[in-house]
């Protein structure tokens, strides 16, 4: 072996050899190797040279942890076993742990793959718009047709278990449906009428989700109808399919123009049209039997709210024997008995019967009764 003095000269140019045929470092990430175990991989692959080596693990998206089985840095040796974990939002496809096996190999391939969740269901008369699609992180928002509302979270994100971080959203059609009435009537009766006959156009509801509503409601009196004095009211309400209703009012009103009631006058009657004081109504009078009737006969309500004419009364009837001729007096007695049978309600009457006796009997003796009232 030679003197130590010639070992000693010999000893670190064979050091430097071994250093040059040192392979240079195989670190990669997630291995767990660092530039400060390249000398000792170095060695140990020296040291080793007749052990299987494998390859450095390369995992995208996760980080490897090795352990040789010499202890030590020996991260790629034969039976060095090796734990794959992915990352966050990635899950692992393959073996949790691999091992250097003799062939050069580890045993299996892994890959990290990114997380994806349940692909959304589309919202009837909606949709959504995602960003990344389905994968991990990714964020959904829902949107719904005109006229619906949507209900439930309007945005979702794809999450690491993953699950949507909330319920699917869905459209609803909370939206009642619109109609528009038309506008108030106002109508006033014609002469001797209460009614007024009033119509419009049936007013159309219009539903803003589907257009389709399944029921239309009226209360109150149909169009084309006669409507008597005073405030009307009209109402109708629409349903869409989702029982929503949609309602419109307005009112109908009916003046009926008026004089003012009359009343009959004493010791006698009054006999009107239509509702005895509106426009275009006629009242008649009439007395008592023994009574007669001064002033108008008949009163109309006029246009100007007046009533024509002037106030009747009843004055006691007389017959006037101050005549020269026989012919006046019965002339007179034809008139009154006229009056008289006009105005009695009934023939039994006794005062009617009693006037009509003495009636008969001045016709029966005109000349006496002139001479009587000659004389006198």
């Known amino acids: 072996m030679g003197s130590p003095a010639l070992r000693a000269a010999l000893l670190p140019p064979l050091l430097l050899l071994l ?3 040192v392979p240079p470092s195989r670190a990669f990430p997630g291995s767990g190797d660092s530039p400060l175990e390249d000398d000792e991989v170095g060695y140990s692959h020296a040291r080793y040279k007749d052990t299987p080596w494998c390859s450095p693990i ?43 096996q003799s062939d ?32 991990f992180n990714s964020r959904c928002e829902y949107y719904c047709s005109p006229g619906y ?19 699917p959203a869905s459209c609803v059609d909370m939206e009642p449906p619109r109609i528009k009435c038309p506008s108030v009537k106002e109508r006033i009766a014609e002469p001797n009428k209460l009614t007024v006959r009033v119509s419009w156009e049936t ?54 123009r008026r004089c003012g009631k009359l009343n ?23 007395c008592i039997g023994g009574y007669e009737l001064q002033g108008s006969p008949a009163r109309v309500c006029q246009s100007n709210l007046a009533w024509s004419g002037t106030e009747p009364t009843c004055a006691a009837m007389n017959v006037n024997v101050g005549v ?12 009154k008995r006229r009056l008289l049978i006009v105005s009695t309600p009934t023939a039994r009457n006794l005062l009617y019967r009693l006037q009509l006796g003495m009636l008969q009997v001045v016709a029966a003796n005109p000349t006496l009764f002139l001479q009587y009232g000659a004389s006198g």
């Open 19 to 21: 250093l040059l045929r």
């Open 58 to 100: 390369k995992v995208k998206y996760g980080d490897v942890y090795c352990r040789a089985p010499q202890g030590g840095y020996y991260k790629t040796a034969l039976g060095t076993r090796c734990d794959i974990r992915c990352r966050k939002g990635y899950e692992l496809h393959g073996s949790s742990q691999l091992v250097c």
């Open 104 to 135: 050069k190999r580890w045993s299996d391939k892994v890959i990290c793959k990114q997380k994806r969740c349940p692909t959304l269901a589309m919202p009837a008369n909606g949709g959504f718009k995602c960003v990344d699609g389905a994968y």
């Open 149 to 167: 509302t949507l209900k439930g979270e309007q945005t979702v994100t794809c999450m690491d278990n993953k699950a949507w971080s909330g319920r």
């Open 203 to 256: 007013p159309e509801g219009r539903d803003t989700a589907d257009g389709i509503l399944t029921d239309v409601i009226l209360k109150g009196l149909p169009p084309g109808s006669n409507f008597p004095e005073g405030d009307h009211k009209i109402q109708y309400t629409v349903y869409d399919r989702a029982e929503n209703k949609g309602i419109c009012k307005f009112r109908v009103k009916v003046r009926v």
């Open 264 to 286: 009959a006058p004493e010791n006698g009657y009054m006999k009107c049209s239509s509702d005895g004081d509106n426009y275009g109504a006629t009242c008649e009078f009439s």
């Open 324 to 335: 020269r001729t026989a012919a006046a007096l019965l002339d007179q007695f034809y008139e």
